[in-house]
């Protein structure tokens, strides 16, 4: 399955057998609206909603960092999803946070998965059905995840990446809030970023309408980075959702594979023996 579809893609497969639909919406604490509360006023028809929040570590006052593969699987099957399933993420607001369901996926070893190219927005565009309300109930089924280590980093890990340099940080916030001069949207968190950590903006990715990049825009926008496919990448971002933004887009470019620091700037802004960088 690509990693991208469009919504007419979509549309020819509505009410498909096998295909799942997940609204993946997670507002920023800056924004005064709830994904859930939005997507009970539209989403697309046969959609359920992906609450980031719920598919997340509760142990943890890090926000929805990952769960354990046993609660990841419990909850995607309560939703119908086995391994077969070809699964859709959208968001609300375009190519925001779907991609972190599209990557959640994958971190279990679901290669079926996709992101809408556009969002709802686009195809709200296109006149498309939607619904109104909350999903209907499915049958639960059972998920068998098949971690992927490697495409997960933690805390210990960029430090020892810092340390020894041997892949590059790149940084999906906006340039602002990297380089320090910015409000993080959190209360109480400063700004700045790890050292020697690069800024790549997500929005940087996204085009006029809305849409990913194509590949060629990518890949020059990620070489203005650093990225060129010759040295593992990391992506990070506020709190791994955006980042995963970034990942897409080198999957979309044709570069390998990067992995996203979970905790990403949150966990490491308020870690108080960690360096903070400005610029």
């Known amino acids: 399955m690509k990693n991208l579809v469009t919504p007419a893609w979509l549309a020819s497969h509505l009410g498909a057998a096998g295909l799942v639909i997940f609204d993946a919406t997670k507002y920023l604490p800056t924004e005064p609206y709830d994904g859930l509360t939005k997507f009970r006023e539209a989403h697309i028809a046969g959609a359920r909603f992906f609450d980031l929040d719920l598919y997340a570590d509760q142990d943890t006052d890090l926000p929805h960092m990952v769960p354990t593969p046993g609660r990841f699987a419990k909850l995607i099957g309560a939703e119908g999803v086995e391994n077969t399933t070809r699964v859709v993420f959208y968001d609300q607001k375009g190519i925001h946070s779907a991609p972190r369901g599209w990557w959640l996926m994958r971190l279990m070893g679901h290669e079926k998965v996709a992101v809408l190219d556009g969002g709802l927005p686009a195809w709200l565009k296109a006149e498309l059905p939607i619904a109104i309300g909350d999903p209907r109930a499915v049958a639960p089924t059972t998920f068998t995840p098949d971690f992927r ?14 340390e020894e340099k041997d892949a590059l940080i790149i940084d999906a916030r906006a340039a602002g809030r990297f380089a320090g001069t910015a409000a993080e949207p959190r209360p109480g968190l400063p700004s700045g970023h790890m050292p020697g950590a690069s800024s790549l903006p997500f929005l940087d990715l996204i085009a006029s309408d809305g849409t990913l990049k194509p590949r060629d825009a990518l890949r020059a926008r990620f070489a203005e980075a650093g990225v060129d496919g010759t040295r593992p990448v990391v992506t990070s971002c506020g709190t791994g959702v955006t980042a995963c933004v970034l990942a897409l887009g080198m999957a979309q470019a044709g570069l390998p594979e990067p992995a996203i620091y979970d905790g990403s700037w949150t966990e490491w802004a308020l870690r108080p023996e960690t360096a903070k960088a400005i610029s």
Do not use: H
């Open 149 to 162: 280590a490697e495409r997960l980093k933690g805390i210990g890990d960029i430090k020892r990446i810092i």
